[in-house]
């Protein structure tokens, strides 16, 4: 009986209005003046609130930016994708179908989404978080503090000197190190 009472127009209109104000009327009749105003008279909306939110840039891969969802997925209305991820990422990002003599271990295992988000990120090269942040997910701070070069770079990111994805150096070390650093693992302090 309750449930029944509950459903009619005029029953929804009473909690409605006991919620929210401004609820029009089931019945059509106009809604009462509010205090201090005219029946018919227009009440002005105060201003739009507009808080400038410094909101930091969002970078979009172009495939999702021009809806061109069947680049990856089965449809444009299919969360599934085409095939394996590393398979659909490099069939536009070629580069890495060429072999080097080293290949980061995520690259080889083809975790892409790993480091990198698929539609758009706050990060450049769409990037799931600061880049440094995100080497350290995997290698140990306090272990690289202790190689004289990257110990002398707090803010410098890692790319700066390695490649994240593949090189032909050793330790993904890029054309642009001039220096080759020895192959010594640092010693542990006792």
């Known amino acids: 009986m309750l449930l029944a009472a509950g ?18 009327n089931p019945r059509g009749a106009p809604l009462p003046a509010p205090p201090g105003h005219l029946p018919g008279e227009t009440t002005p909306l105060p201003p739009a609130r507009v808080t400038a939110l410094a909101e930091p840039p969002m970078f979009v891969h172009q ?3 021009d809806r061109k969802c069947v680049e990856c997925h089965a449809s444009n ?10 398979a659909i990422c490099t069939g536009c990002h070629k580069m890495f179908l060429v072999k080097a003599k080293y290949t980061h271990a995520p690259v080889e295992d083809g975790q892409c989404t790993l480091c990198h988000q698929p539609h758009q990120a706050q990060e450049k090269f769409l990037l799931v978080k600061n880049s440094r942040e995100l080497c350290f997910d995997c290698h140990d701070p306090e272990y690289i503090a202790k190689i004289p070069a990257c110990s002398q770079s707090d803010a410098t990111p890692c790319t700066a000197c390695h490649n994240p994805h593949q090189e032909d150096r050793r330790f993904l070390l890029h054309g642009l190190v001039k220096k080759t650093f020895p192959a010594q693992k640092p010693t542990p302090e006792k």
């Open 7 to 24: 459903c009619a127009s005029q029953t929804k209109h009473e909690w409605l209005t006991f919620f929210f104000d401004g609820v029009s």
């Open 77 to 86: 209305y299919s969360q599934r994708l085409k095939g394996e991820v590393s």
């Open 63 to 65: 495939p999702y930016a």
